[in-house]
């Protein structure tokens, strides 16, 4: 008998709140994956996922878990809780906080702080880099962060860039204060994730020198294939990307980008 997985996404409360019901296993994995990516796509501060009703059937299908929250350990970086579950096998090694039931969750996450957090919907269109870019300084003032406001208007020039030259679909631009970082980063329609080869570019090469641009200045950047499209990201710090290279943590298809 196949198994299933069943959800409902309630975002009628401070934060997002997934329901799953059914059996978790190596199957239905892939199916839970793409709902809960789909809900952090848009950035929320925090996450809530209710599995009160889904059995984990396989020593390994809560692994599922622990890969969300490597994947999404920068970008979102929203705040991961389960509840509805005991802090028992097989929830105890995900790694996300597990609370008895969903109000206990909610108080424990407090009051989202909505202003740290904005979104842009761009056409593929000229003139959709200097918006993204508009949007960036009037963030960087917003949140008292003025000095990165040049490395963060290069990342999303060159994501932006290459949504409009390549990817040819709407876009949505998200920004996001981290204590005293910022997360820049594009979500398209398009599953192509761009290459990333380190070194010197032809000069007569179309693109390629965006991503070596990107990996210049953002501490990490990496990306993560949604259902129907795709989000590359950037998460700029103070003194930028000075340190030992911090490698892509999300599985992206780019060649060890040096800082991503």
């Known amino acids: 008998m196949s198994s299933e997985v069943r959800h409902l996404v309630d975002r009628g409360l401070a934060y997002p709140l997934v329901r799953l019901s059914g059996v978790l296993d190596s199957a239905t994995a892939p199916a839970v994956r793409s709902v809960l990516l789909n809900v ?23 692994q599922v878990l622990r890969d969300i929250r490597r ?65 960036i300084t009037e963030a960087c003032g917003r949140w008292d962060c003025p000095e990165l406001a040049g490395a963060a208007c290069i990342v999303a020039t060159e ?37 990333f080869t380190a070194g010197p570019v032809s000069p007569t090469a179309f693109g390629g020198r965006g991503m070596l641009l990107i990996d210049a200045v953002a501490s990490r950047w990496g990306s993560l294939v949604l259902d129907g499209g795709k989000v590359m990201w950037a998460l700029l710090e103070p003194g930028g990307p000075a340190g030992p290279a911090r490698r892509n943590r999300s599985g992206a298809s780019m060649a060890g980008p040096t800082h991503g």
């Open 40 to 62: 952090l796509a848009e950035q929320p501060e925090a996450l809530v996922v209710d599995v009160s009703e889904l059995r984990v059937a396989g020593a390994g299908a809560a």
């Open 71 to 135: 994947d999404t350990a920068d970008w979102p970086a929203a705040h991961l809780a389960l509840c509805g579950g005991t802090r028992a096998t097989p929830w105890r090694d995900t790694g996300w906080p597990v609370w008895s039931d969903c109000p206990e969750a909610f108080a424990e996450l407090g009051t989202p702080e909505h202003d740290r957090r904005l979104s842009l919907a761009l056409e593929p269109q000229v003139g959709s880099a200097r918006r993204s870019r508009e949007l």
């Open 159 to 195: 994501m932006v860039n290459n949504v409009v030259a390549h990817a040819k679909t709407p876009m949505v631009v998200l920004l996001a204060a981290h204590g005293a970082g910022m997360t820049v980063a594009v979500r398209d329609r398009s599953a192509v994730v761009p290459s």
